[in-house]
């Protein structure tokens, strides 16, 4: 069994095996035949492949930063981070989690099939750290064996649903159609991002990051990459700086010169992004096509929700702009914890770049390059502050060093641990079953025009 359950929990939280198997089915569904089906297979598999290479490059070049940073300004305190708390918390809930995502994905393609919100998630990491983090909060709650399964699974589904949906409007105003979603538990900061956009719009016609108009000389900035890899070198060397050789020769590099190691690091970053948004149009160009077998056959007019990074080749600039601004949140709200005298949230590099960039790119859309600015910022404080009302409902793993980071984890989190607290388990059971009514409501059903 427990053989089972991990293959399960690999299967699952692999998007390349998850996505290429939708992709699949999809294709099958439409009669493609063999060839188109194994292009459109295979290109979706490689894609997504693609994208996670460039993630994990990502990965390993803002690790450092962050190391860096912590001893440039000799900060300790939580640093969120969801693979960290996941690996923690599997030792003793993977058993739970594994069956809370399979029933939680059931769950999900259930509510699309029957409600109103056509949205199938197929970000399988970030499920499965949902999925996690029910697992110790339902257990913390109160509930035992199957009742914890069950609740875990049908609120898993509802935030696999409701997550896309808040975003949704954003996502049609970027994009120009309503063809894919976004799957990706930040919704609740990407969505504020976008509102606080269009508040700080003006009444001026905006101005997108990707028509910044950079004096001649400066033409070469026009080039993504280009102004990705010297905004990243020019970060790097700075905190370099302040961490010193000693740390960085000694802790980091392996006796590499620090600021040659910090040049290579920050080439690293902009290599990592450019492989993502080649993996992004890869993707989008097979996996669209071949999920309108899945909304003609299984579930009609739904809509793929894929990873964020589906939304970085719409405004690269936003990208930068998105992940400079929200670790300036990160940093601003530290300041404001060490003077409250609170836990005090570091900033999580990897986080603040994905859901920081993310919110810049819709920040963007809604309000050009000042909602890039102000709308990511806002979202570098709230992923900040959540983490510290999280804390609390996790039990003894709300102790550990790290815990997780985005702003969908600390609104469920925070929901779901409150009713336990204040209300018991059986408040939670009845959350569910109303959010399960209210989205069952046919709401804006056009009405036949009778001749």
């Known amino acids: 069994m427990e053989g089972i359950l991990s293959l399960l929990v690999d299967v699952m939280s692999e998007p390349a095996i998850l996505v290429a198997s939708i992709a699949l089915v999809g294709l099958l569904a439409q009669r493609k035949n063999l060839s ?34 912590q001893e440039a300004f000799n ?45 199938i998630f197929l970000t399988g990491h970030h499920t499965l750290y949902m999925a996690c983090m029910l697992a110790i909060i339902m257990a913390v709650a109160g509930f035992k064996s199957v009742g914890l399964i069950a609740v875990g699974a049908v609120a898993l589904g509802i935030i696999m649903t409701l997550s896309p949906a808040i975003v949704q409007p954003f996502i049609r105003k970027l994009t120009g159609n309503d063809n894919v979603a976004l799957g990706h538990f930040s919704a609740v900061g990407y969505a504020i991002s976008g509102l606080v956009g269009k508040a700080v719009k003006g009444k001026k016609e905006i ?63 902009a290599a990592g992004v450019f492989i993502i948004l080649s993996g992004v149009r890869l993707v989008l160009a ?6 309108k077998g899945i909304s003609t056959k299984l579930v009609p007019n739904a809509k793929p929700a894929l990873d964020v990074p589906i939304i970085f080749t719409y405004a690269p600039n936003a990208v930068l702009i998105g992940f400079f601004s929200s670790f300036m949140g990160g940093v601003f709200s530290l300041v404001v914890m060490t003077f409250a005298g609170s836990t005090i949230i570091l900033p999580g590099v990897v986080p603040h770049f994905f859901t920081g960039a993310a919110a810049g ?29 999280l804390l609390p409902v996790l039990g003894e793993l709300g102790f550990a060093n790290t815990t997780f980071s985005d702003a969908d984890f600390g609104v469920s989190g925070i929901f779901f641990g409150t009713l336990a607290n204040y209300a018991g388990p059986i408040a939670i059971v009845i959350s569910l079953v109303v959010i399960l009514a209210l989205m069952a409501i046919p709401f804006g059903k056009k009405k036949k025009v009778q001749q």
């Open 36 to 69: 188109d089906t194994m292009k459109g297979t295979t290109k979706t598999f490689v894609g997504f492949l693609v994208i996670a290479a460039g993630a994990g490059l990502l990965e390993r070049a803002l690790s450092p930063f962050g190391a860096m940073f």
């Open 75 to 119: 900060m300790t305190g939580v640093v969120p981070n969801n693979e960290a708390i996941v690996a923690l918390a599997l030792t003793e809930y993977g058993s739970n989690t594994a069956l809370i995502m399979f029933f939680g994905m059931v769950v999900n393609i259930l509510i699309a099939r029957f409600t109103r919100f056509k949205y």
């Open 207 to 269: 101005t997108s990051t990707e028509k910044i108009d950079f004096p001649k000389g400066l033409g070469f900035l026009r080039d993504s990459t280009v102004s990705i890899a010297l905004t990243m070198t020019v970060m790097y060397i700075i905190v370099a700086l302040f961490a010193g050789p000693t740390f960085i020769e000694g802790e980091l590099s392996e006796g590499t010169n620090f600021l040659v190691y910090s040049f290579i690091e920050a080439g690293n970053f």
């Open 286 to 291: 097979e996996i669209v096509p071949a999920f």
């Open 361 to 389: 790119v819709l920040g963007n859309a809604t309000g050009g390059v000042r909602g890039s600015i102000a709308g990511s910022f806002v979202n570098g404080i709230i992923i900040s502050f959540l983490p510290i009302f």
